[in-house]
């Protein structure tokens, strides 16, 4: 009889066992998200067959629907932020000439799209897994294949272009929302002067292009995040729950990372004058 494996040896393959399959994710990431470019190309380049109104009904199903969703989370937390913003100043340094500035440059640029669409990743993320998972588990996908159609071009494709669509116009909608409820809060709590408030001078152009590639961005991830662990569904309605709670965290942590990363390489890009 051959010896068991050593301490060591077993501890080894249990931390290699999740780095593998952390790896392999990673990889089945990147090919849904090459699969749905290359699905772009396909339906709408020259001679591609697209789905009449596919892209619009996922833009209704996707914007419309979190409409108000969005409007009164964005809303309520800008009252919240600047009541808090408010607070602070006037303890510390008594001036709030400044607190509308820098709020207004920090919702274009930061929280603006990023908080928009920590909201769609729990609401159209969760939306798409469990339908792709439904679809998954139910063999819907392989009667797809069978049928000559990519799932991929048929599910993916118009949910992706019309979730970046979306994002962008929901992201100027949320901030427009939460800067005058942050306005009308200062005013009504503090007696800060609207004219003083809504003022824009601090806005430059490269804060709105960095607010608009972070939603662009955030429109792109949560689709290709939520597709994919809808793709991953196995099993019955069990697999489909684990799509969904797959896709919620898995987009917002998209989110997180992107908001990192985009907004250290504008630093570094802009340096000081960010």
Not at 85 to 106: K, M
Not at 144 to 158: A, H, K, Q, T
């Amino acid at each position: 009889m051959s010896a068991a494996p050593s301490l060591p040896v077993r501890a080894l393959a249990a931390l290699g066992r999740p780095v593998i399959a952390a790896a392999r994710a990673t990889l089945e990431l990147w090919g849904v998200l090459i699969g749905t470019l290359a699905g772009i190309i396909r339906s709408y380049g020259k001679g591609g067959r697209r789905p009449r109104g596919a892209v619009v009904a996922q833009m209704y199903a996707i914007g419309n629907r979190s409409l108000v969703f969005v409007a009164v989370t964005l809303g309520f937390i800008g009252m919240v932020m600047m009541y808090q913003a408010c607070l602070q100043f006037s303890r510390a340094i008594g001036d709030l000439s400044q607190v509308g500035l820098q709020f207004l440059r920090l919702v274009v640029s930061d929280f603006g799209p990023t908080l928009t669409a920590m909201m769609l990743a729990t609401r159209v993320g969760a939306g798409i897994a469990a339908e792709i998972g439904s679809m998954k588990v139910t063999e819907q996908l392989d009667a797809l294949r069978m049928s000559g159609v990519l799932p991929i071009d048929y599910l993916l494709v118009p949910r992706f272009l019309a979730s970046i669509v979306m994002t962008v116009a929901l992201t100027i909608l949320g901030a427009a929302i939460m800067y005058g409820a942050g306005g009308l809060t200062a005013w009504l709590s503090f007696g800060v002067n609207p004219r003083t408030f809504f003022d824009p001078a601090m806005v430059q152009p490269r804060h709105l292009a960095l607010g608009l590639v972070k939603a662009v961005t955030y429109g792109a991830a949560i689709p290709i995040v939520s597709g994919f662990c809808g793709l991953r569904a196995r099993g019955s309605s069990e697999g489909v729950g684990w799509a969904t709670t797959a896709a919620v965290v898995g987009s917002s942590f998209a989110v997180i990372a992107l908001d990192f990363a985009l907004s250290v390489g504008a630093l570094w890009l802009f340096g000081g004058d960010l």
